[in-house]
């Protein structure tokens, strides 16, 4: 059975540092992984998605990479602004979408 | 924009007292999706629709139906809300070309309180 884990559940940082964002699963059988951003209380906005096949996937700051061998995808996000600030999920693509919890970031001015 | 709308925004019910949320979508998509999400938990798949072909989590509670009368719209009714329903319910679409290019789009949600 599939198993995703989202480490830390929270992270706060200082504006304009580099950071990264990790999401672990348990079985390599995926045909995609996507990386959401959810605000407080909010629905879910798809910020990137990576194929099986592929290595990464970028979108203005953000980069997603996906090692499935490690069982690993990390969410780059450079020079991090206040406006980051908001909770990350990932989601694996096999038969259905399997959720880690999220990690809540927050970008501290 | 093409997008997906859920009404309301904030719903109010009372222990026990049906309810019934809306799911619209302007991406013409045939698979739609309802999602339960407690605070601070990853969303939980409760059903889908491919077209017409209704499916069910095996682990979805009987108290919880869904209808899609069209490609545009689709409801999730709560029968008798419980305490432990309160929650964010998102809808979402994909195209469902494929499990491998299949985009989930969500809707903003609709925040369940039970009172």
């Known amino acids: 059975k599939q198993e995703v884990t989202q480490i830390p559940a929270a992270l706060s940082v200082p504006e304009g540092e580099n950071l990264v964002l990790n999401c672990s699963f348990t079985?390599?059988?995926?045909?995609?992984l996507q990386w959401f951003r959810q605000d407080p209380g909010k629905g879910l906005t798809s910020l990137l998605l990576?194929?099986?096949s592929q290595r990464e996937q970028t979108s203005g700051r953000l980069n997603a990479s996906l090692d499935k061998s490690s069982g690993r995808s990390t969410l780059y996000i450079a020079a991090s602004q206040p406006g980051d600030s908001a909770t990350y999920l990932c989601?694996?693509?096999?038969?259905?979408?399997?959720w880690g919890a999220g990690t809540k970031l927050i970008i501290k001015p | 924009d093409a997008m997906v709308i859920q009404n309301p925004r904030y719903q109010v019910t009372q222990f026990g007292k049906p309810v019934t949320l809306s799911c619209s979508q302007t991406l013409n998509h045939n698979v739609m999706y309802w999602y339960q999400q407690k605070s601070s938990q990853a969303p939980k798949l409760l059903f889908h629709y491919y077209d017409k072909d209704f499916n069910n989590e095996a682990d979805t509670p009987d108290n919880f139906q869904s209808r899609r009368p069209n490609t545009s719209f689709c409801f999730l009714d709560i029968r008798s809300p419980g305490l432990g329903d309160a929650a964010m319910y998102l809808c979402?679409?994909?195209?469902?070309?494929?499990?491998?290019?299949?985009?989930?789009?969500f809707g903003p949600g609709t925040r369940l309180t039970v009172l």
């Open positions: 079985d390599s059988a995926i045909y995609n």
């Open positions: 990576i194929q099986s």
């Open positions: 989601a694996l693509k096999g038969y259905q979408l399997i």
């Open positions: 979402a679409t994909s195209r469902g070309g494929g499990p491998n290019t299949d985009t989930q789009y």
